[in-house]
């Protein structure tokens, strides 16, 4: 059940925009996003629930089709700060375990 | 300051010698969780707590136990390590898998030579 994140990878200049696809083959009930940085622990960024609620950073949006099962990270205007790995993550239909994606590593150069 | 704590953070052993990596939240979260994370396979859920006492599998807990006997510990345990093991491992808790915000501990990178 783990989502499938794509692209694998990608390279930006600052002030590019970037999008980022998680999808799901089960149902979803709601998407996580997280970012690591190298050598740190995931930090969270948002939650899209059913339904179009959604908490979390101010700067960054995101959509969540439910329908096709998938969501999609948008990250505009981007700097140097961006650069990292971007998590999606699922819970399991019985709502208990949880399922993150293999992540897409971003790098945003000068 | 809120936080999940986890100990060592760093720890070189051998094939077969019994270790525990301990994970502390002082967040009263319900919700607690040990990930492993391997390059190319993302973070994977070993095991999760929905409270004292509750536990149960996630995703590959192979080889692992774990134990909730108070609500703000979730110690990780290998009782015979093997090299496939050699990962970093992730505490993580949260008052609910789904609609709350996990938050993770710094990490544990564990070495079985």
């Known amino acids: 059940q783990q989502p499938v994140q794509s692209p694998q990878a990608v390279i930006l200049r600052e002030g590019e925009d970037a999008v980022i696809n998680c999808s799901s083959s089960?149902?979803?009930?709601?998407v996580h996003w997280y970012r690591q940085k190298h050598g740190e622990a995931p930090v969270f960024l948002m939650i899209?629930?059913?339904?179009?609620e959604q908490k979390g950073h101010e700067k960054i949006s995101a959509s969540f089709n439910e329908k096709k099962q998938q969501s999609s990270l948008y990250l505009t205007a981007s700097q140097l700060s961006y650069s990292g790995t971007y998590f999606c993550g699922t819970e399991a239909h019985t709502g208990n375990q949880f399922y993150f994606g293999t992540g897409t590593s971003l790098t945003v150069i000068p | 300051e809120a936080q999940v704590t986890q100990n060592p953070r760093y720890l070189i052993t051998v094939t077969g010698k019994k270790l525990t990596v301990t994970c502390s939240q002082n967040?009263?979260?319900?919700?607690m969780s040990w990930y492993r994370q391997d390059p190319g396979l993302g973070l994977r859920q070993i095991y999760y707590s929905m409270n004292v006492e509750v536990t149960d599998k996630g995703d590959v807990p192979e080889g692992y136990k774990v134990s909730r006997k108070e609500k703000r510990n979730f110690p990780l345990i290998l009782e015979s390590p093997s090299p496939n093991q050699t990962s970093l491992y992730f505490c993580a808790s949260s008052h609910g898998p789904g609609y709350n915000e996990q938050f993770f501990g710094p990490g544990t990178r564990l070495t079985v030579l």
């Open positions: 089960k149902a979803l009930y709601s």
């Open positions: 899209l629930l059913k339904g179009g």
């Open positions: 967040m009263n979260h319900e919700y």
